[in-house]
């Protein structure tokens, strides 16, 4: 039996169901679940990672914009004006794109932030 069959059989799982082999691999998949460190999957931001995630795209509702008492011409402007009051300090819009209902009413803007 040469290495390469023996890893083709592993990788294809073709061990009959009851036979030692298929017993020890489920034994490995089993500790591989159980004994792996919690850690090095571990996905979740930082509490500060999180505020320059949130920072980077934020949402802004139609009455939030309404009700800002700057005065611009240019929607760009205006939605940095709101972001950087929400954030307390200087933020300049990437881009945003307008987020309207289905009759066409605008609801916000989603809003990508530098």
Same mark, same amino acid.
């Given at each position: 039996?040469?290495?390469?069959?023996?890893?083709?059989?592993?990788?294809?799982?073709?061990?009959?169901?009851? @036979?030692?082999?298929?017993?020890? =691999?489920?034994?490995?998949?089993?500790?591989?679940?159980?004994? /792996?460190?919690?850690?090095?999957?571990?996905?979740?931001? @930082?509490?500060?990672?999180?505020?320059?995630?949130?920072?980077?795209? /934020?949402?802004?509702?139609?009455?939030?914009?309404?009700? @800002? @008492?700057?005065?611009?011409?240019?929607?760009?402007?205006? =939605?940095?004006? /709101?972001?950087?009051?929400?954030?307390?300090?200087?933020?300049?819009?990437?881009?945003?794109?307008?987020?309207?209902?289905?009759?066409?009413?605008?609801?916000?803007?989603?809003?990508?932030?530098?």
């Amino acid at each position: 039996m040469n290495i390469f069959g023996a890893i083709k059989r592993v990788i294809l799982w073709s061990y009959e169901r009851g @036979s030692w082999q298929y017993d020890i =691999l489920c034994v490995v998949i089993l500790a591989f679940i159980f004994l /792996t460190p919690g850690h090095i999957f571990d996905e979740r931001l @930082s509490a500060a990672e999180q505020r320059a995630a949130q920072a980077e795209r /934020t949402y802004v509702p139609i009455k939030e914009v309404m009700n @800002s @008492s700057a005065d611009h011409t240019h929607l760009r402007d205006l =939605l940095g004006e /709101t972001v950087s009051q929400r954030y307390q300090r200087k933020l300049t819009v990437k881009r945003f794109e307008v987020d309207a209902d289905s009759d066409g009413r605008i609801r916000g803007y989603r809003v990508w932030i530098d």
